[in-house]
C-alpha cells in the first residue's frame, strides 16, 4: 500500500478520536456547565477538522469520495464502540454488535464494486 492509500487511513483514524472525545467525551461531566460543554468540544472538533480535511483531500483520488465517506464512518463506529466501553464505562450488547454488523456490511458493497 501507498503512502497516498495509508495516510488518508491514519489522519481518520486520529480525527474520529478528537470527534468522538468532543461530542461524547463532556458527558462524564454533567455537572459542567453546558456553554462549557459546548466550548470545549468545539475546541477538540476543530483539531479534528484539521485531521479529517486534510485525509479527505488527500485520499481523494486514490479513493472515491463514498470510500473515503464509508471509512470514515467505519472508524468512527470503531472508536465509539472501544469509547462508550472505556471512557464511558457502557455495556455493547448484541443489538448494538448486529446493528454495528449491518453497517460493516453495507461498507463491504461499497468497496467490493459494482454487482454484476
Known amino acids: ?3 497516498q492509500a495509508v495516510l488518508p487511513i491514519l489522519l481518520l483514524c486520529a480525527s474520529n478520536l478528537f470527534m468522538t472525545t468532543a461530542w461524547y467525551g463532556h458527558l462524564k461531566f454533567p455537572g459542567a456547565p453546558m456553554w462549557a460543554a459546548v ?4 475546541g477538540i472538533a476543530l483539531v ?3 485531521l479529517a480535511v486534510p485525509a479527505n483531500r488527500i485520499g481523494y483520488g486514490t479513493y472515491s469520495a463514498a470510500e473515503l465517506k464509508t471509512m470514515q464512518e467505519v472508524i468512527s463506529l470503531t472508536v465509539f464502540m472501544a469509547f ?3 471512557v464511558l464505562n457502557e455495556k455493547l450488547t448484541l443489538n448494538h454488535g448486529v446493528g454495528f454488523g449491518l453497517i460493516a456490511l453495507g461498507a463491504f458493497f461499497v468497496f467490493r464494486g459494482p454487482l454484476r
Not at 466550548?39 to 468545539?42: E, H, L, P
Open 1 to 3: 500500500m501507498t503512502m
Open 84 to 86: 462508550s466501553v472505556f
Open 39 to 42: 466550548m470545549v468540544s468545539w
Open 48 to 50: 479534528e477538522y484539521w
